[in-house]
């Protein structure tokens, strides 16, 4: 993420210039630090969030409050008429960041499941990164040979996205207390094994299967 910020922030803020300057800048950074991550989060959750980077512009500013309030909180905390409001406030923000997660995951489509990029789309990927965002000058070819370029990655990497059949396929699930895992067949066929749980002296209201296996 950093590294998209550092190389692609100029480029993305120019592209928005019609943005009001007070929005543009926020939606530069977060554009661009998405835009490397594309590849990894393809390869490691299979997932891309459509509702994450929405997200941002209201987790990021509570986010940032929180720090301030905890941080305050932690320097007057042995003045209890000072340090318990500005807790209560901070617990206030982490509660309504937590809040507003939860709701937006379960959002219709606020996911979508694809397919891991192999080594050919990811760097053609990173290829059509380069190509969009550098100059002309830096390409060192005539601009129809990278409209061209650009095509021909475009091409690649939604071929890959694609997937006519995803076979069989094996998921393991985070439940906590378990092995939980979710077999597909070819066929359509499921199997779930070991649907985890929580602990017996647990009380509070989340519910692994409820709110993590039943969703997926």
């Not at 990894?40 to 986010?63: E, M, R």
């Not at 998921?171 to 602990?199: N, Y």
């Amino acid at each position: 993420a950093t590294v998209g910020i550092v190389l692609f922030f100029k480029p993305v803020q120019r592209f928005f210039y019609k943005v009001p300057a007070f929005f543009r800048d926020s939606l530069a950074v977060l554009v661009s630090a998405q835009l490397p991550l594309f590849p990894f989060l393809a390869y490691y959750f299979h997932k891309i969030s459509l509702v994450g980077f929405l997200l941002n512009f209201i987790i990021v500013p509570l986010a940032g409050a929180a720090l301030i309030g905890g941080f305050l909180g932690g320097l007057v905390n042995f003045i209890p008429f000072l340090a318990v409001p500005i807790v209560k406030v901070t617990g206030a923000l982490v509660f309504l960041m937590d809040w507003v997660t939860t709701f937006a995951s379960k959002l219709p489509y606020a996911t979508f499941s694809v397919p891991s990029l192999g080594p050919l789309a990811g760097l053609a990927y990173f290829t059509l990164l380069y190509a969009v965002f550098a100059p002309v000058e830096a390409l060192r070819i005539k601009k129809r040979y990278k409209f061209a370029v650009v095509g021909l990655c475009l091409l690649i990497v939604l071929a890959s996205l694609i997937s006519t059949s995803p076979g069989f396929e094996v998921t393991f699930l985070d439940v906590g207390q378990g092995d939980c895992i979710f077999i597909k067949t070819e066929d359509g066929g499921t199997v779930l094994i070991d649907g985890g749980g929580m602990p017996l002296y647990y009380k509070g209201s989340f519910d692994i299967g409820k709110d993590v296996v039943l969703p997926y």
